[in-house]
Each structure stands twice: as C-alpha cells, then as structure tokens.
C-alpha cells in the first residue's frame, strides 16, 4: 500500500494512494462502513499497528471494486482526488527521531575519501525535523549559504512500533515501510569539516532540508528491502544511480545498530545514507540553483521531486 498526507486547513490527513487516485481516509466511510477505525492524521495511521493496515488494506480493496458512479461521486465530492491534481504533504510530518546514516554506501565513500577504508561502525547523526517538507514544496537555498547546497538521495525507513535494542533478525519487523528523504547539505560547511566535525551537520539543519516524499510504501510491497534501485535527477539529468545492496551495513544491521542507542517510535524516520553522484563529488562540482528540479526515485516506491528556490 501506498500511506500519503493531503494538506488540509486543519493540517496533513492521512490518505491512500490507489492506481492514480488519491483517498481522503477521513471521509472514506462508505467504502468499509463496519471499520471501527479510520485514521484521520498521518500519525494516528501509522501507530494503527497491524489491525490498522488490515483495515486499510479492506478499504483499498474495496475502492478497487467498487462501483464506477460510486467512485465518480466520492471524485465529486472531493474525496477521491486525481493523483496528478492532489496536494501532498510529506508522509511523517514531525517524527519524534529523524536519524540520518553517514558514510554509508562503498560508491560514496570512494567518491568523498578516495581510498579511505570503510568505517568499523555505522555513524549518524539527527536531522532537525523542522527542516522536512513535501513533495513539489520548493527547497529554499539559504541566505547565509546559498553556494554550495547538494542533493543527497536517501532510502529511509519508516517504524511501525517501539525499536529497541533489537537484533538483526528482528529488524524488520519493526518496519512500516520506505520512503524518500533527500538529505540536503550546504557544502561551504564542510571544508572545515576536519577542524570543526559539527559545522558539516549544521549545514544539513537548514528550512526545507529534509523533503520526504511521496508517500511510504508499506514492507510487504516491496520486493527486496536490500536491493533497490535509487536514481537522482537534476534539470532531468541523471547525478546518483545505484542500488541498496552498495551499502557497507544491510539494512537490517543499521537498524538493529542504532536501536540500541535510540528507542524508535511508531513514525520515527531513519535515512539510510546517500550512494555515489552527489554533486560536491563531481568533477567539476555541480551544485543547486535557483529554477533547478531535483527527482529523486526509488522503485517500487516513488519520485520525490522539489524545484529549487532562493530564500525570501
């Protein structure tokens, strides 16, 4: 299943992406009328846990079979919306952790250290959630460093439920499902990186930093967690492409590394590191500018796409 978040005056609703509409949950009654729940907010999905997708997945499959003058009045009505015309808003809102994983494809790392040795452990660090927006919302170049700002296409991973020193094998299960984060940086802040460690992670805190979109793809939809493939456009041209089966740690050890440290929660975000292709690793250096779009794809899931602004 596709989970979304339509913007509303009173904030994001949950909703369902179905072939190529999109379902307003909270109004979505006359397809599952004996539900005893229908999530209303993006957070009350996905703390539903599994009775709450089982629900879902009953009122999916009853849209798919219901009644065309059933399925054009709730599109008249504004309950059922064209995909192509909806208004998206990033998946997770406002996760209690967004934890972004460093240095964490072999393409990467090579493009950025040369021949450095990969690192003994997994290394991350907090991603300011105010900094997330949704898909097409524009990411804004920042006044105090408008230079240098990259693109980094990130798989993240989306929890289901509490995530607590948990080993390998049980990892997954703690899953809902993936999503796109586009983990952006203002490089000026890293050439001093080696002096002042911090400054390259302030660089990645600024408004619109974090886009997060489409939507998340629930785990039992995708094929394999560990091999997916993830390409990034700029202006149309392809900067990143490469697979999840490049990373230095599965996914499943990542999660269950950092689980020790952080106690995940339903609708936590973990991004799961950028491959090869970013833009301070090119050769000449390609960064963003104003009237650029930046996609970024991973199938199976989705394209998260923003245009790129100058701050006002």
Known sequence: MKLAAIMSPGGPRSALVVNDFVLDLARSGALLPIARWIPTSTDTLIA???EGLDILRRI?????????????DMIETGVLTPLSSARLAAPVARPGILLSHARAYHSHLAEMEGAAPP??????????VHAIVGPDAPIRLPRAAPSMVDFEGEVSI???????GVSPAEAL????????????????????MKTFPDRNRMGKQFPTFAPMGPWIVTLDDIADI???HMTTRVNGEVMQDSRTSDLIWPLSDLISYYSHWYPFEPGDVLTTGSPAGVGYGRDPKRFLEPGDVVEI??????????????ES
Request: hydrophobic share 40%; aromatic share 6%; charged share 25%.
């Open 48 to 50: 539903g846990g599994a």
């Open 60 to 72: 999916e499959d009853a849209l798919r079979a219901a009644a065309q003058t059933l399925r054009d």
């Open 119 to 128: 690192p003994r452990y997994p290394a991350g660090f907090i991603k300011n």
């Open 158 to 164: 989306v929890f289901s439920r509490r995530c607590h």
């Open 173 to 192: 299960d703690h899953v809902l499902g993936v999503t796109i984060v586009n983990d952006m940086s203002a490089r000026d802040w890293v050439e001093e």
């Open 226 to 228: 560990n091999d997916l």
């Open 297 to 310: 794809t991973v199938d199976g899931v989705g394209t998260l796409s923003n245009p790129i602004a100058a």
